[in-house]
């Protein structure tokens, strides 16, 4: 009944859905375009540790990540020979672990590449990096369209102690039917690539196609791929066309019925007395709540399935507890599992259906659950 020791709520992280859907990238893919798995935000909630093995035991051993502090768990979590790259920025004064744990930063700037430059060569060793080039996102990444910046890189490529491995750049709009934008900035990548080769700038590695491009812009494969959210069997967005890939979804939330209680007519439930039960009613309680990603904006849309019937959340979502009305649910009983998010072999709610509800997108879904809920993971 009880899944985890700790508490009567968690998240079941289904491993061999994951397999199922990194197989799917991978017959998506040329056999010689190579995968980096997006693993940063704990494996959008799913865990780093057990997604990144899972990852290694199907061929692909790089990984991306948003922060330096997760690049160095990975490589303390035994992932020491693979590469470990760090998509964000990471200032001067964060320099020393990466040279100490041989990670790949991105660098969009020769200063922050003299900078690693410098303790690189203090350490004797040669660091990978990544040149991060802005071709339409607006957010970190040399400006292609500035004479300087292929100047910035030739000398970054003259650096001691640094190596350059590839051309990272970012979608804004893959995930869209309209594909107008995406294909600027493809040509914006390429002409900057170009450019770069007529520099004498080797680029070993291209990478621009996120989960959204590898669904539906094969020409952007290039040498590298970084999946993110289709690891997870999440779709990008609900434009993109779900029949090309076949994905399955790999994490579930679910609770126990911890307290069930008989409430007449008029009974008020929760905090600012929202849901008042309008018949003699009985309320079940969960121990779930908005800080472990049930938000409160999801109390008057929200459902949660008890013995394959929906049941809707009654008043207001607390921080640690959520009541929900069981009135209608046949046998229901203390200790019953409710699913939050998944399939209970009945009925199902998605990621997909919460983030419509909460004017949101499927990742932010799945993160927020994964922050505190302990993690059950099942085959």
């Known amino acids: 009944m009880y899944k985890d020791a700790m508490r009567a709520a968690w998240t079941e992280i289904n491993l061999s859905n994951l397999d ?3 197989k799917q990238i991978q017959q998506r893919v040329s056999p010689n375009t190579k995968i980096t798995g997006i693993i940063k935000a704990d494996a959008y909630g799913h865990g780093a540790i057990k997604v ?10 790089s990984y991306g990540v948003a922060t330096l502090a997760e690049a160095v768990r990975l490589r303390n979590a035994g992932f020491i020979l693979e590469d470990i790259v760090i998509l ?5 004064p964060l320099i020393d672990p990466i040279i100490q744990h041989r990670l790949t930063p991105v660098v969009s700037s020769y200063a922050n590449a003299e900078a690693i430059s410098d303790a690189a060569r203090h350490a004797g060793i040669i660091i990978k990096v990544n040149i991060a080039v802005d071709t339409g996102m607006g957010r970190i990444g040399f400006n292609p369209d500035d004479s300087t910046s292929i100047e910035d890189i030739k000398m970054i490529d003259k650096l001691p102690n640094i190596e350059i491995k590839g051309l990272v750049s970012q979608f804004a709009t ?16 390429m002409v900057f ?27 952007t494969h290039f040498e590298m791929v970084r999946p993110g959210d289709m690891l997870y069997g999440l779709y990008p967005s609900t434009e993109v066309d779900k029949r090309i890939v076949a994905l399955r979804p790999v994490m579930s939330v679910k609770a126990n019925i911890v307290e069930l209680k008989n409430v007449p007519t008029g009974t008020s439930i929760g905090f600012g007395r929202n ?14 709540g908005y800080s472990d990603g049930l938000h409160r904006a999801y109390a008057s849309k929200g459902q949660v399935i008890v013995n394959g019937v929906m049941a809707p959340i009654a008043g207001t979502i607390g921080m640690d507890m959520t009541m929900i009305d069981v009135t209608h649910v046949p046998y229901v009983r203390l200790g ?14 998605t990621a997909d259906d919460i983030a419509a509800k909460l004017n949101t997108i499927n990742n932010e879904v799945v993160c927020d659950f994964g922050m505190r809920l ?6």
Do not use: C
């Open 88 to 92: 964000g920025l990471t200032p001067q």
């Open 174 to 189: 893959s995930d869209e039917t309209d594909k107008t934008y995406a294909a600027v900035q493809e040509q914006r990548y």
């Open 52 to 61: 990144a093995s899972v990852l290694r035991a199907n061929g692909i051993t």
């Open 374 to 379: 302990p993690k059950v993971y099942t085959y």
């Open 275 to 288: 849901y008042t039960a309008s018949k003699d009613s009985i309320i079940a309680t969960i121990p779930i």
């Open 20 to 22: 199922f859907n990194i």
């Open 193 to 219: 690539y170009k450019k770069l080769l007529n520099a004498d700038v080797k680029i070993p590695v291209r990478t621009l196609a996120n989960s959204a491009a590898i669904i539906e812009l094969s020409s």
């Open 336 to 349: 019953d599992e409710v699913t939050i998010m998944g399939s209970d072999g009945v009925a199902e709610i």
